[in-house]
């Protein structure tokens, strides 16, 4: 029996090994491979779903793991970005290197998901949901107004000119060769946001079988048991918002890097609303999920935009304005998949069985309730 069980073992082990190897070599070739199917356009894409898969993987510490419902988590994104834009631009003459403005921008980030926490340990629920957009719009506005009288943020012109990450004395926005074979700039933000977000899942999966974690997941299912029961709500409530807020902050830099220009209406209501579909429609709490939700949030939007091209062949003309189907089919797509798999597409084991509970309890609840109505 003993022999069975090692032999299973190793071979999960070899599985497990083989499986992450072509993870890993899909992962390296999938721009090349997008770049010669799609275009180059779809490369650039890929970028950005690597940066929303750091945001959602951000807030679902505060949503998914501690059950805080936060609607202004674009704020941190926000402050992420302008501090690395402000810093590494000529709008204050400044070029700080990208290696001291990335963890300077988390740790500015956290600092202001502490100072949203701080007021807010009270609330729950709506309540909580309608303080944090607050926090998020104040953000924005003070980014749009922050121009006079003396100007600090550009105000709505934003900030322009920014420096491409570099480190040392390779910039990312090059194209360079590597063993004769030419890497475009794209690319290489591709593969330095996949590191980076590669290294946020291994914090989120740390983070979620720690201490911590169990204490975020005990705050979730009830704050009142879990304060009984020792754990330091206040302390461990702020620290789930310095972390998302953390996380978030390093992909605001990285945009900044990347795009070279922030303006405030980079930083809108809509984008947290679309950051928390992302965790929710992928499933709350369960890292891979969230992945998933980030993924399709990102390209389904721009896979939408050929709407137009298909009514031409089809009708011969536009019927309907793609920007308006896009959104609309987008919305569509949303209220369906919630309706059938409310705990999201890959739901953590918990939530699945809140929300979907097993047939011999469902028989237990109907037997229960028949016996007391005779």
Known sequence: MLNVLR??????????????????????????????????????????????VMLALGLNIVVGYAGLLDLGYIAFYAVGAYLYALLASPHFGMHLPFWLLLPLGAMVAGMFGVLLGAPTLRLR?????????????????????????????????????????????????????????SIPGVYNYYYLFLILALLIIFVSIRLQDSRIGRAWVAIREDEVAAEAMGINTRNVKLLAFAMGASFGGVSGGLFAGFQGFVSPESFNLMESIMILCMVVLGGMGNIAGVILGAILLTVLPEALRYIGELEQYMFGRIIIEPSDLRMLLFGVALIVIMIYRPSGLLPAARRRRELTPEPSVMAQEQASLYDAQK
């Open 7 to 52: 032999l299973r073992f190793k071979h999960d082990r070899r599985t497990a090994w083989i499986a992450f190897t072509v993870l890993g070599l899909v992962l390296a070739a999938l721009p090349f491979l997008v770049d010669a199917g799609l275009g180059r356009s779809w490369v650039r894409i890929l970028d950005f779903t690597l940066l929303y």
């Open 125 to 181: 629920g709506d309540y909580l949901a309608i303080v944090t957009l607050g926090f998020g719009e104040i953000i924005r506005i003070f980014l749009n107004n922050l121009n006079a009288p003396i100007n600090i943020t550009n105000g709505p012109q934003g900030v322009n000119l920014i420096d491409p990450i570099a480190i040392g004395s390779y910039s990312f926005s090059q194209t360079h060769t590597v063993l004769e074979v």
